[in-house]
């Protein structure tokens, strides 16, 4: 297998929009490079056995799947790897260190991609975050707590994490650990409330109608200037999604789509359109 052949599978599965069964997945290698179905086979074997891909059973049918147990680089600052294997992070590039568990964010799904980019973004090219000190973030329906994790690590002092799954909690909790964070992300096992201290910045890779209803508490949250970081949000759903948080009083500044997912950046402005109830 040559170096473009890897490459190009791996873009093969990058570009899908869907999980590629095995055979599936074959059968793009061999249309792709336009060699036999007998050498795509041998190189999506030899792409496993070197640790590139990996076989994962979902509903029965078996998916390849990037393997995540080693360093796989996210965005130009983020690889998320295993709590045991060691970093190849470079200067300015940050490990989020995750053990594959059954919570949502173990990086395979667009939408947790789409949030570190935005993540990334947000702190590392438009510098939006406050300096250090000032309010905290929060990260609501956590899951593994990866956006909690990475809000951390790019800077952010303190940052509430909230999941309503006791098995998310759980999971949260052991890698926020992982991370040696757990001074800094509280992990709590209930909805975000309606009141209390502003944050600077608001992360959630929740579906759209759960998004939207939070709309009157994200207004309420969310210091002026603030920012908000939207994922879990299908391609055609973000224009109505836009549309709603700026009657809000939110400004978007990012979007971003993979796969037919879409992330969204919004800032608070000082004043509603609304009156949030």
């Not at 061999?30 to 795509?40: G, N, T």
């Not at 799904?109 to 510098?127: C, E, K, N, Y």
């Not at 994490?161 to 890698?175: G, M, R, W």
């Not at 709309?215 to 603030?226: I, N």
Request: proline share 6%.
């Amino acid at each position: 297998m040559t170096p473009s052949e890897r490459d190009a599978v791996l873009a093969i599965l990058e570009n899908a929009d869907t999980c590629l069964t095995a055979r599936a997945c074959v059968r793009a290698i061999a249309r792709q490079l336009k060699i036999p179905f007998s050498r795509a086979k041998t190189i999506l074997k030899t792409l496993v056995n070197n640790q590139d891909l990996a076989y994962q059973d979902l509903f029965g049918s078996t998916c390849v799947i990037a393997n995540f147990q080693k360093p796989v680089r996210i965005t130009d600052h983020f690889f998320l790897i295993p709590p045991d294997i060691p970093s190849i992070a470079g200067l300015g590039e940050l490990d989020i260190r995750l053990t594959q568990g059954i919570s949502f964010g173990s990086g395979h799904h667009p939408t947790t991609r789409l949030s570190l980019a935005a993540i990334d973004h947000v702190f590392f090219t438009a510098g939006l975050v406050p300096a250090k000190g000032q309010s905290p973030g929060a990260d609501i329906g956590t899951g593994s707590g990866v956006l909690a994790i990475a809000l951390c690590l790019a800077g952010l002092d303190r940052c509430h994490a909230c999941d309503i799954d006791p098995n998310a909690v759980y999971e949260a909790q052991k890698n926020i650990k992982a991370n040696h964070l757990c001074s800094r992300i509280p992990v709590s096992g209930h909805p975000l409330a309606d009141t209390g201290p502003a944050f600077s910045i608001i992360c959630a890779n929740l579906r759209t109608p759960t998004l939207a209803k939070l709309a009157p508490v994200m207004r309420r949250r969310l210091k002026p200037g603030g920012v908000l970081i939207f994922s879990g949000i299908r391609e055609w759903e973000a224009k109505d999604l836009i549309a709603d948080f700026t009657g809000y009083g939110f400004i978007r500044i990012w979007e971003k789509t993979l796969k037919k997912w879409t992330a969204l950046i919004f800032i608070r402005t000082a004043a509603d359109r609304k009156q949030a109830p």
